[in-house]
């Protein structure tokens, strides 16, 4: 796709991947609109676009998308269902507030992103969604069980959903990034972003080469790792 005056969603642009894209598709000339709770700040750009928004919250996401269209000229080509969080911990004795926070955030947000955009792709007979998966959805982790389930849903749900979507010209990608440096590891003990993780802009610039595939080609898998995660 020419990025050229399309119109990409973004969720969770704050910080991380979800700030590193928004801005990486600003620069290829596309219009951006940012749904999260926390607007990305100092991002000042003529065709970005913030509009609060709770991903787990349907009602929220409906009318971020409703908004979106009135504000920005009434097609939607892209979205990258970024927003996700994990929280760590041991199976026995997993806080289930912990656990439902998980999957009502990545897995049901991204199902009600996804359902929000669909209908105008349809119509529009074009459209690119980009889900953020994880390494911990091809593998799992060790202490990260509940986060491990919500990003291999994110797997079977990009695989099942490109099947639905593909003979209608909208690609569906899952990204797998191993250690990325942002805010993720914030809230995660014993591990703490550092240099040698890879960085949300070398992965913001893999989902625009991504998105700029000539349209009989789709990247439907993407793996990424650090080269040497612990030097
Ligand atoms: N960092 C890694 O190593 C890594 C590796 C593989 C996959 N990923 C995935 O990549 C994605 C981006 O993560 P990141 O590393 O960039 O982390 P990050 O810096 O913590 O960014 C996460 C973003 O998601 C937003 N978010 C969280 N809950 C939300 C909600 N309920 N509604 C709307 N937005 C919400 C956050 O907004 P607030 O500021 O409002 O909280 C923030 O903008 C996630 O899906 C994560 O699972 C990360």
């Not at 919500?150 to 909208?170: H, N, P």
Request: net charge neutral; hydrophobic share 45%; proline share 3%.
């Amino acid at each position: 796709m020419q990025l050229g005056g399309k119109i990409a969603v973004v969720t969770g642009v704050s910080g991380g991947i979800g700030r590193a894209t928004a801005e990486a598709l600003l620069a290829a000339g596309a219009r951006v609109a940012g749904w999260g709770r926390t607007a990305p700040q100092g991002l000042q750009h003529e065709h970005f676009r913030f509009f609060a928004c709770d991903v787990r919250d349907e009602k929220a996401v409906n009318a971020a998308c409703q908004a979106t269209l009135a504000d920005m000229g009434g097609a939607i080509h892209v979205l990258i269902n970024n927003a996700g969080l994990g929280v760590a911990g041991l199976v026995d004795g997993f806080s289930t507030d912990n656990w439902k926070l998980m999957f009502d955030t990545n897995v049901h947000g991204l199902f009600y992103c996804t359902r929000a955009v669909l209908p105008l792709m349809k119509t529009q007979q074009e459209g690119h969604i980009i889900n953020l998966s994880s390494i911990a959805g091809i593998a799992g982790i060790e202490k990260m069980a509940g986060y491990c389930a919500t990003k291999f849903a994110v797997r079977g749900f990009s695989q099942a959903l490109l099947k639905e979507v593909r003979s209608e010209g909208i690609k569906v990608s899952c990204f797998y990034p191993g250690s990325t440096q942002t805010n993720f590891f914030d809230d995660i003990p014993g591990t703490e972003a550092n240099d040698s993780m890879m960085h949300p802009e070398d992965v913001a610039a893999t989902i625009l080469y991504t998105l700029q595939a000539p349209q009989n080609f789709l990247i439907a898998d993407v793996e990424m790792r650090p080269l040497q995660p612990r030097k």
